[in-house]
């Protein structure tokens, strides 16, 4: 479970990173409370990953997804550039996060 609630804490990491750019600093409501909410979901679910699992891998698994989702969601909605190597920089996050998911020894 503790997995899961990481998986959707990172999910909610994406929303509010790509959704900050639709706020054009905050200054439109909709867009802003959208983004307060993802990111007050993505920090309650990280708090409960983090009560079984190590705080290191929960975070650089969190953090790796939400650097993960932005860097897809900008290249799809917001037209940014893509280079062999930023997709080799990136394909190294993604083998972390799925090196941490499964070396990573849970505290009985």
Known sequence: MNWL???L?????VAWAVGLKATHGF???LPTIGVLLSMGLSMGL??????NL???TAYAVWTGI?????ALFGVLLYDEPVSIPKLACIGMIAAGIIGLKFLTVQPA
């Open 27 to 29: 200054t439109r409501p």
């Open 9 to 13: 804490a990172g999910v909610f990491e």
């Open 5 to 7: 609630y990481l998986l």
């Open 46 to 51: 990280l708090g409960l990953a983090v009560r």
């Open 66 to 70: 939400g650097t993960l989702g932005a």
């Open 54 to 56: 190590p705080i290191s």
